[in-house]
């Protein structure tokens, strides 16, 4: 890369650096509270709420995932649009409110705390299956940050994680709840400038969506023109039931939950579910045309997951460059903040019962330190293990969530196998090649966890104790 289009990225990207830095020095002096620094007073309006949730639950497998599966796959990755746009919908037409309400009226501060209460079994079961699944979460998106600055700057994977790691560690641990969803709105409107600039430059070089399709239909490799990838039958139904089955991961994400619960009333919620739908309109069906155009106008690709960054290289100036790079970082870091946020109130909050600001920061810089250093040696692709801990988190409490805000109390041993049974049958769906092959491991996890759950709601129902 010459040295003027690097100078331009690296001014671009300080800039932008240091303005998240100053939110988290301004968000520190409203973080007086416990409540204040886990749920932000709970007085979040809709704009930031909507916009930081979304970013929060769009993560680096939004823009280099869907962009390298709609490389990779070709016409068959549409299935990833309603499968997210249903994820959304769920979260904000089922969750959203009564989560905010019931919250609200039990004084819960983490989504811990709302589904487990005071049982220590289900709490320590839900703080190990949280740190689990959010540092395979963390160091996915720290890795993705080695992938960006490798592609565009030449910087080493190392160098690039630790660089990365540093600011997001640096502006949660100064800011607490406050911080990450400001940067995280800052963050949500980046990334969609990019969603909406990038593929709009794309198109208009390719000669519109009849170019772009049929660079896809006159390719060599058949499967990237069938909506099915060449599956047929009982393969061809299991592929799009599990693309599918990746909405119904989102209900039981802490780091996106915990904004329907800071939020300030019920009218802000309402504004806040169209805000977001239309966020996650333009961002997933903005990441796939690039995708699908990159396969006409890229010629040799390294990392099918770095076909956003080779594109934007290709298309823009080095300005409009380092933008679109400040919105792939944003991507890593709005998702990144929040769950290092989730994971210091699972071991400061729910098990130690700390009410010790200083040990909730503490607690951030040793997990995101562990995540930093767990990401090198993330060997998966950002796609599949960003899927993985998704779909582990979605059906571990996801269930027991929707059950608990639509019908009722759970009896705790139901619960127990619920969050459990969820949590484990994701995790031997995903070693064991078989299954995997047979459809998306959240799908079956998250309806045997459904069932328990439904279960034990008809139990404590009957009159028996929880």
Not at 198 to 227: C, K, Q, T, W, Y
Not at 374 to 385: G, K, L, M, R
Request: net charge neutral.
């Amino acid at each position: 890369m010459e040295a003027q289009t690097m100078t331009a990225l690296l001014v671009t990207l300080v800039i932008y650096k240091l303005l998240l830095l100053g939110v988290g020095a301004w968000a520190s002096s409203r973080s007086t509270s416990e409540i204040d620094f886990f749920l932000g007073g709970r007085r979040l309006g809709p704009w930031i709420a909507s916009l930081s949730s979304a970013a929060s639950s769009s993560s680096a497998w939004t823009l280099l995932g869907v962009s390298g599966a709609a490389f990779s796959w070709g016409w068959s990755a549409v299935w990833l649009l309603p499968a997210c746009m249903f994820g959304f919908a769920l979260n904000w037409f089922f969750v959203a409110e009564r989560l905010r309400s019931q919250s609200a009226r039990t004084g819960a501060v983490t989504l811990t705390e709302f589904i487990c209460g005071k049982d220590r079994r289900l709490r320590a079961l839900a703080a190990i299956i949280i740190l689990l699944s959010l540092g395979v979460y963390v160091a996915s998106q720290f890795k993705a940050a080695g992938v960006t600055f490798s592609e565009i700057l030449g910087m080493g994977d190392v160098l690039a994680i630790g660089v990365g790691g540093g600011i997001v560690l640096l502006y949660t641990m100064t800011g607490g709840f406050w911080a990450v969803s400001v940067t995280d709105l800052i963050q949500g409107v980046v990334m969609v400038i990019a969603a909406v600039l990038v593929p709009i430059v794309a198109l208009f070089e390719i000669g519109g969506f009849s170019e772009m399709m049929a660079g896809l239909s006159n390719h060599e490799e058949l499967a990237l023109r069938d909506p099915f990838g060449d599956r047929v039958g009982s393969a061809a139904v299991g592929f799009v039931l599990g693309t599918l089955g990746i909405g119904l991961g989102y209900p039981g994400q802490p780091h996106v939950s915990n904004r329907f619960m800071a939020m300030r009333n019920s009218e802000d919620v309402q504004k806040g579910t169209w805000i977001s739908l239309i966020w996650a309109i333009l961002i997933y069906t903005g990441m796939l045309i690039v995708g699908w155009c990159s396969r006409s106008l890229i010629q040799e690709v390294g990392n099918n997951e770095a076909v956003l960054l080779l594109l934007t290289q290709e298309l823009f100036s080095p300005v409009l460059a380092g933008i679109i790079v400040a919105a792939v970082l944003s991507a890593i870091m709005s998702t990144a903040d929040s769950q290092l946020l989730v994971c210091a109130s699972t071991v400061s909050y729910d098990l130690a019962q700390s009410r010790n600001r200083s040990q909730d920061r503490v607690t951030i810089l040793i997990i995101g330190v562990v995540a930093i250093l767990a990401a090198s040696f993330v060997e998966q692709t950002i796609f599949d293990s960003v899927l993985f801990a998704w779909s582990a988190l979605g059906a571990a409490f996801g269930p027991l969530l929707l059950v608990q805000l639509w019908c009722g109390p759970v009896r705790s041993s139901y619960a127990l196998a619920s969050m459990a049974s969820g949590f484990s049958l994701s995790l031997i769906w995903f070693f064991t090649p078989l299954l995997k092959g047979l459809i998306y491991e959240l799908v079956p996890a998250f309806l045997l966890a459904l069932l328990l759950a439904w279960l034990g709601f008809r139990q404590s129902g009957r009159g028996k104790k929880a």
